[in-house]
């Protein structure tokens, strides 16, 4: 052996990235600034931020940057939003991912509850279609203030129809409360509800001669117009009225009683 040579040559080997970040917290209340830590790792690493906001395509990142870096981004909505937000890393071995769930709850409800014209007061049973055409809110507690305890009940559509039956006479203050994870407001709508008239009324006499005067006392209540039929082809709209006949029989004698309500 004349001689032996010896060469070293260095090889480094890298490894894909790996994408890992967190958010600072994952319901918010808008304008809701969310902070997120990068805690990826890697070398010669591409970071792209995709905050699920702006630009509107989810291919086309907000930030694209190789500095690893902490970001934030403020999310505004006027209706509760869910936000994916996502962080890409890459380099010449590979990329990988990885996505959040991050809810934004609006900080202000607009309350809008309208009850349809002709809707708002007639005669029991009284059925009421509230429109509820409401903005910002996630739960809607509906009290209709009809009795002890009083029906009520929980929706959670901003935009429906919301049917309810009053069954019984009277004035109901129903109360609607909007709310959601970061405010809540009440509003109330009056519901007029008026009983049908139950006719009733007496007679001075049910048996008498002709010529004789006969005086009807009328009962009623909750009416405010009264057509009497005497059975003899005769009517009359007083509220005591008296009548005489003038041929001899039997008369089936009617009372319809009629409630006006404004």
């Not at 006479?169 to 009440?186: E, H, K, L, M, Q």
């Amino acid at each position: 052996v004349c001689d032996s040579v010896k060469k070293d040559t260095m090889l480094t080997v890298r490894t894909a990235p790996k994408a890992i970040f967190s958010p600072d917290r994952t319901f918010a209340c808008s304008p809701a600034v969310i902070n997120y830590s990068n805690l990826s790792f890697g070398n010669n690493i591409t970071y792209q931020w995709y905050f699920d906001s702006i630009p509107s395509s989810p291919q086309i990142p907000n930030i694209t940057t190789t500095v690893r870096n902490n970001q934030s981004f403020t999310y505004i909505t006027g209706s509760r939003d869910t936000i994916y937000p996502r962080l890409r890393v890459s380099n010449e071995c590979g990329a990988d991912s990885q996505r959040h769930v991050i809810i934004v709850d609006p900080n202000s409800i607009a309350l809008n509850v309208v009850v349809p014209g002709g809707e708002n007061f007639g005669c029991a049973p009284l059925t009421v279609n509230f429109q509820n055409n409401s903005i910002g809110a996630t739960s809607y507690f509906w009290d209709y203030n009809n009795g002890t305890p009083p029906n009520t009940r929980t929706t959670t559509l901003g935009v429906e129809t919301v049917p309810f039956t009053f069954n019984a006479p009277g004035n109901y203050n129903v109360s609607i409360r909007a709310s959601n994870s970061c405010n809540d407001t009440t509003i109330t709508r009056l519901i007029r509800v008026f009983g049908s008239p139950r006719p009733l009324f007496v007679a001075s006499a049910n048996n008498v001669c002709i010529g004789d005067t006969i005086s009807f006392t009328n009962n009623t209540d909750t009416a405010t117009t009264y057509n009497w039929k005497f059975g003899d082809n005769t009517n009359s709209i007083q509220t005591n009225p008296k009548k005489v006949y003038n041929s001899a029989g039997s008369y089936t004698v009617w009372l319809i009683a009629t409630r006006l309500h404004s």
